[in-house]
């Protein structure tokens, strides 16, 4: 059964609707509806269509959901920072909510203006920003925005990665043998992680010079990882830091 708003067909043939758009559901009850007016939420299989155009928009997506990616994107800044990442992509795919997942890596600068530091996840709910994964934050964003409490049935939504990172960055680490205590304990850590990485003695005048143009300055230690500057020694800000570059943890790297 198919029940059409005579109104719309009386536009639509009369020419005076133009670019107009015509929604097409079915109901609870299996009906066909056509209408000018959004569908409610329990609306299945819709279709937008535009009037007097050629464009025809479908989606096997609710109507309810098209409306929470269309007024609220979701934005995933991930790397592979262990547990809280794995929980961030889970509890998105866990819900069934399109997303697109995004590397900081790929542009650290950007990363830091737009949430004010290295941490990752960040989730981004329309203008809403969310720094760490904390469930009950997420799900509160998730829940206004208007997005399922759980994925529609055989929904896969899956993230829409920019560019994924095949191999992590190159480590540089500039020291002095004055420098005691700091530059050993960070050498320590990148050990510890085991992670490879390029002592840089700055005593010569090219490594001197070197490092001045890398952090500004001369004070050593310095932590070189990909485009990010790391000054001083700082086992949180250096983990941060390397988590945010890909690089497993020391608890991941080692062996019984």
């Known amino acids: 059964m198919k029940r059409i708003i005579l109104g719309v067909l009386m536009l639509a043939a009369s020419g005076t609707l133009v670019a107009a758009q015509l929604y097409r559901w079915v109901d609870e009850k299996g009906n066909v509806e056509y209408r000018d007016t959004p569908p409610p939420s329990s609306a299945k299989k819709v279709e937008q269509r535009t009037l007097g155009g050629s464009t025809v928009e479908a989606s096997s997506l609710p109507f309810s959901v098209q409306q929470a990616v269309r007024n609220f994107p979701v934005t995933l800044w991930n790397s592979t920072c262990g547990a809280p990442c794995d929980q961030a992509r889970e509890h998105l795919a866990r819900r069934g909510v399109p997303h697109t997942e995004k590397d900081p890596q790929n542009d650290v600068e950007a990363f830091k203006k737009l949430t004010g530091g290295i941490d990752v996840p960040v989730l981004y709910v329309g203008s809403t920003r969310i720094k760490g994964y904390f469930e009950g934050e997420w799900d509160s964003a ?115």
């Open 142 to 256: 998730l829940d206004i925005a208007g997005y399922p409490r759980t994925a529609p049935p055989g929904f896969k939504p899956g993230a829409k990665p920019t560019a994924a990172r095949t191999s992590t960055p190159p480590v540089k680490l500039y020291t002095h043998p004055e420098c005691g205590a700091p530059c050993s304990e960070a050498r320590s850590l990148l050990a510890g992680r085991g992670i490879k990485f390029e002592d840089i003695t700055a005593q010569e005048q090219a490594e001197i010079d070197e490092l001045q143009k890398v952090s500004g300055d001369t004070k050593v230690p310095v932590l070189l990882v990909g485009q990010v500057v790391t000054r001083g020694f700082s086992a949180s800000d250096y983990n941060l830091v390397l988590d945010a570059a890909g690089f497993p943890s020391s608890q991941q790297t080692a062996r019984p």
